[in-house]
């Protein structure tokens, strides 16, 4: 097991490339993913995603040694072989769903005496339909923010979801409150719930990913 470091320097495009060396290298069977994160954008999940599951078909097992993990870093971890929560202080997992913010200027700069104008084709009635309702503001003087959530949160929120049942379906509770709606858990719960699977610092983490290489090699 050959150890890299500096990952908090690497985007998720970088850190898939380091993956899929490891797993072309002859020189190792297995690989540790050490991971503090409390998540980010969506699109920093495919390219892990395939890196990990390339890992995995190559017959290097992927195992998670994590602190902090949550929201997409959670759902990056799910997709290794084993989880690993590295401490029983301060390692916390979940936070299963889907979120977005923007910042509408609009206001200010019309304060400022300017005016934004924005015009669509007559044949483009749904272009930035989502987005547009919710700066409007078309509902009861509010915001209106049923086709973001329709359209665009609750699809990406529904799919983390079944992703997390099917990579963690022999151990996930699934009738914990809160485990696939955001809650936060802190190691022992995480462990209890199935969302990781035992408590121990990294040479635990190296240990269980290479008893998962022997084993694969037995079989």
């Not at 005016?115 to 084709?121: E, G, L």
């Not at 996930?172 to 121990?200: P, Q, S």
Request: charged residues 20%.
């Amino acid at each position: 097991m050959r150890k890299y470091d500096g990952f908090c320097s690497y985007g998720a495009d970088s850190l898939a490339s380091v993956i899929i060396d490891a797993a072309d290298s002859p020189n190792i069977d297995s690989i540790v993913m050490d991971i503090d994160s409390g998540g980010g954008a969506v699109d920093a999940v495919p390219p892990l995603v395939d890196a990990i599951n390339y890992a995995r078909k190559a017959g290097k097992p992927v195992v998670a040694s994590c602190d902090l993990c949550a929201s997409a870093a959670y759902w990056i971890a799910s997709e290794c072989d084993s989880i690993i929560a590295n401490n029983d202080i301060s390692s916390e997992f979940g936070s299963i769903g889907v979120m977005m913010s923007f910042m509408d200027m609009k206001p200010y700069y019309e304060k400022m005496g300017f005016k934004m104008h924005t015009i669509y084709a007559p044949e483009s009635t749904h272009k930035n339909l989502p987005l547009e309702n919710a700066l409007k503001g078309e509902v009861d003087g509010g915001a209106d923010y049923s086709l973001l959530q329709d359209e665009v949160l609750s699809p990406l929120a529904k799919n983390f979801q079944n992703t997390v049942k099917k990579n963690r379906n022999n151990c996930l509770d699934t009738n914990a409150e809160g485990v696939l709606n955001g809650k936060m858990f802190w190691a022992k719960d995480a462990v209890k719930v199935g969302l990781a699977d035992k408590i121990g610092n990294m040479s635990v983490a190296i240990k269980q990913a290479k008893n998962l290489a022997l084993a694969n090699k037995l079989i």
